[in-house]
């Protein structure tokens, strides 16, 4: 009779996975992907080794699952967002805002979610990431267009634009750095939202 695992142990393998993911978050978020180490790792998850590589084959299977939960919290705020009530630029405005001010709010995990040099298996999470804040945007976009709040426009290409004039202002190479009069960020997110809505509001002329 073949074992079947009683559903204790499922539930005891279900939380050291889920305190694997949680410690795993924490140290990327402290230090990046580079000084989040195994052996750090299962010290905080309260682990062994052994454990983490029975849940994750390797240690970028691990992180691009961070990446992946990470992600896929930041979208359902952002789509949230989305669906809810008010008009389409009061809602595009809403979700940068609020996407920008989460980022901003811990830099760190930020910085690793989007630019932070990974393998290839955390990139590839990182692009479904961008695809699907990308989607939840060009939602708005859309509905925007029907009403007639947005001008017709490329909904694809306006939204991949969006994705990245948010994350390359808040965290990529070329975003500002910190200055005194804008410690916590304010300034920086109001002046991507501005620049985004005049981006998408732009009816358009040809020279």
């Known amino acids: ?33 580079r000084q ?8 905080l998850a309260e682990v062994g080794i052994g454990t983490i590589y029975r849940h994750f084959p390797s240690k970028a299977d691990l992180f691009a699952e961070v990446v992946s939960a990470v992600s896929a919290r930041e979208v359902e705020v952002v789509t949230r967002i989305a669906d809810s009530g008010g008009t389409a630029p009061q809602r595009l405005a809403d979700a940068l805002r609020t996407f920008a001010a989460r980022a901003l709010h811990n830099r760190g995990l930020a910085n690793a979610m989007i630019v932070e040099p990974a393998e290839p298996a955390v990139d590839q999470a990182r692009l479904r990431y961008r695809h699907a804040l990308g989607r939840a945007l060009a939602g708005i976009l859309t509905d925007g267009i029907e009403r007639r709040e947005f001008p017709a426009q490329d909904v694809e290409v306006a939204s991949a634009c969006l994705v990245g004039s948010l994350l390359e202002g808040l965290v990529g190479p070329l975003a500002p750095t910190s200055r005194g009069e804008d410690s916590d960020g304010a300034l920086l997110i109001e002046a991507i939202v501005a620049f985004c809505l005049r981006a998408v509001a732009f009816s358009g002329v040809r020279a």
Not at 22 to 28: F, G, P
Not at 36 to 43: E, V
């Open 1 to 33: 009779m073949p074992y079947r695992r009683t559903d204790r142990v499922e539930a005891r393998l279900a939380g050291a996975r889920e305190r694997i993911l949680h410690s795993a978050r924490q140290l990327v978020a402290d230090g990046g992907f």
């Open 36 to 43: 989040a180490q195994i052996a750090a790792l299962a010290g």
